[in-house]
């Protein structure tokens, strides 16, 4: 984490749920995923072998495996997501995202509604642009909001400062941005036991395979997986892909019953492979997320 040296004003409560705010949307949106992208564990069998999805057909898991493997193997892709949280909020992302190694990423985020967004907009910041890095991720803030900052623009967010917040919080979000893969949907799937292919569709003028499934929340196999879904309030969720003759994912849709109202998550890829490039932005423009919410007496 870098230090100024200087001594900043305390900044009231209410920018300080501002920071966060700002560090919660941008996880949602920049992963395009319910939860962290944890692998599901395996179920041993009598035999020694083991098993994540024990009742869906031979033939389906194994596209599926491919479909995971491509995807991995792909490395990057661009994105075009819409989330939508009840009332309390909605977006839309459009970017480019990269996972061979580290994580990395750019995005531009417009809030398109929902009460969440309402103090981010009263400060002049109706979208934000956020770079993800190796070590931490950049969200850009309007001129409003940055006049709170000095006159600074961006807020880096540590992922060690981001895991050190209390309870899993934190870590979750870590956990989030550091995996941008669009795997999650796909091993969801897997999990479920009860996926099944519905045929091929055209998406975007592409030619898909269908596959879907709801998955049981309570009956995942993987432990962490499952607590992070039950956690935000989700006992059951839809989940559908659909894959290109390469077996790469063009399209997810997640819907689930939160805590907090439904959500809706609608993603689309291309140009897998594309090439990535995340430029940090400039020191005497950016502020610490850790420095800002320790201003404001957090």
Known sequence: MRHTGTTRPRRPAATRALLTAVAALTALTATAGLAACGKPESRPRPDGTTSTAP???ARTTQALRAVERAVAAAGSARIDSTTAMGDLLSTRAEGALAW????????RITYTGGSLTEPLRKLGTTSMDARLLPDAYYARVGED?????????????DFDDLAGLPGDAGTHLRDQLSNTAP?????????????????RETVRGRAARHYTAT???????????????????????????????????????EKAEMASGALTQTAYYDTYGVRVAVQRPPDGD?????????????
């Open 55 to 57: 009742s869906t057909d």
């Open 100 to 107: 061979s190694g580290s994580s990395t990423g750019t995005l």
């Open 145 to 157: 909001f940055a006049r709170r900052m000095g006159g600074r623009h961006w807020i880096r967010y």
């Open 183 to 199: 795997l999650l949907p796909v091993r969801l799937l897997l999990a479920s036991g009860t996926a099944r292919e519905t045929g």
């Open 215 to 253: 998955v049981d929340v309570a009956a995942l196999p993987d432990a962490g997986l499952r607590r992070q879904l039950s956690d935000a309030g989700v006992a059951a969720e839809r989940v559908d892909i659909w894959v290109d003759d390469r077996n790469l994912l063009v399209k997810k849709v």
């Open 286 to 298: 950016t502020e610490d997320f850790a420095t800002l919410m320790g201003a404001t007496g957090s």
